[in-house]
């Protein structure tokens, strides 16, 4: 936890944050239930590239994994997690992901689709005294480096719905920011895996980095 408070005590400034010479660490969260939190595996070393060549960042490129219910969640600075279907995290899981977000971790939960049913229930078990809330076009997230004027881009279409971007509030600060029907992760994704075209990645990668800027800075 010290390693986490100390990471996010320096990215408060955030020239200070993005010139450090010490590798910043990102991961993808691992669940239990069922679901493929092992989905869009080249999407975290994609978006991390990206960042340190637009934002000046200094992101390990590795794909790392990190299982919710351990100690290593609050050596990195921003934890993504994804999926299509099930989760379950037992009360271990859920006090361990409240104490690092409260700590000033960052969660990006990134629905793959079918996991919106199951992520709402979960979340409840770490913050059972919020609700998720749509952020507004306006809000910070939406406006970093790239702007957004519209919110959270669309990369895949499922449902024909929008994208919508929602967020848990602890204490005034944004702990958690959650993309639904958006699929940004596989917008990060290897082009031959999805063939999305250019500039559809493009979008996809430049909110990425928004979201990235905005966990190691907080606006």
Request: one cysteine or more; a negative charge.
């Amino acid at each position: 936890m010290k390693k986490l408070l100390f990471t996010l005590l320096i990215c408060s400034f955030p020239l200070m944050c993005f010139a450090q010479k010490e590798q910043i660490k990102i991961a993808k969260l691992k669940y239990n239930g069922g679901g493929d939190w092992y989905a869009n595996k080249t999407a975290l070393p994609n978006l991390a590239e990206f960042c340190n060549n637009e934002i000046n960042t200094n992101i390990d490129l590795n794909d790392q994994v990190v299982d919710v219910s351990s100690p290593e969640l609050f050596d990195y600075s921003y934890l993504y997690l994804t999926g299509h279907g099930n989760i379950v995290f037992s009360s271990q899981d859920a006090e361990n992901l409240r104490n690092y977000l409260i700590a000033g971790g960052f969660l990006h939960i990134d629905d793959n689709y079918g996991l919106d049913q199951f992520i709402r229930l979960e979340m409840k078990k770490v913050f059972p005294e919020l609700e998720f809330i749509e952020l507004p076009h306006d809000h910070p997230i939406y406006h970093q480096k790239f702007k957004f004027k519209d919110g959270l881009p669309k990369i895949h279409e499922h449902d024909k719905k929008p994208p919508q971007g929602f967020g848990l509030i602890y204490d005034g600060k944004l702990v958690c920011f959650y993309s639904y029907e958006s699929d940004l992760g596989n917008g990060w994704e290897d082009q031959r895996i999805h063939k999305d075209p250019q500039d559809v990645r493009l979008k996809a990668l430049r909110m990425g980095a928004n979201i990235i800027a905005y966990a190691f800075t907080q606006g």
